[in-house]
Nanobody, 128 residues
Framework: VQLVESGGGLVQAGGSLRLSCAASGFTFDGYAIGWFRQAPGKEREPVSCIANDEGTTYYADSVKGRFTISSDNAKNTAILKMDSLGPEDTAVYYC??????????????????????WGQGTQVTVSS
């Protein structure tokens, strides 16, 4: 059972990246999938999350209007499309799965929830 992130990299400010979170060993049904990030010297913070069954979404204020989360249950993959990236978005991005589904999303996907699965992270670096 694992979550694997991909799609990170180096991009110039104003650019875009598309992160993927692929699950194996379990199905997305009923789960909330969250994206979190941790910059050097800072605590991990929630970025966005989605309830796979209900479609409910949450975005941190810092990414609203720039990031879009989606999920494909058939493919067991969640996508985070990131546009208008700035240096402040530089961080390691992690995805996580929680059985709370809609409840977790409505709570804003708190980072201190006990998520069932975590990915290993993917580095996103935005140059100015």
């Amino acid at each position: 059972v694992q979550l694997v992130e991909s799609g990170g990299g180096l991009v110039q400010a104003g650019g875009s990246l598309r992160l993927s979170c692929a699950a194996s060993g379990f199905t997305f049904d009923g789960y909330a999938i969250g994206w979190f990030r941790q910059a050097p010297g800072k605590e991990r913070e929630p970025v966005s999350c989605i309830a796979n069954d209900e479609g409910t979404t949450y975005y941190a204020d810092s990414v609203k209007g720039r990031f879009t989360i989606s999920s494909d249950n058939a493919k067991n993959t969640a996508i985070l499309k990131m546009d208008s990236l700035g240096p402040e978005d530089t961080a390691v991005y992690y995805c996580a799965a929680d059985v709370g589904g809609d409840t977790t999303v409505l709570a804003g996907c708190p980072v201190d929830y006990v998520y069932t699965y975590w990915g290993q992270g993917t580095q996103v670096t935005v140059s100015s």
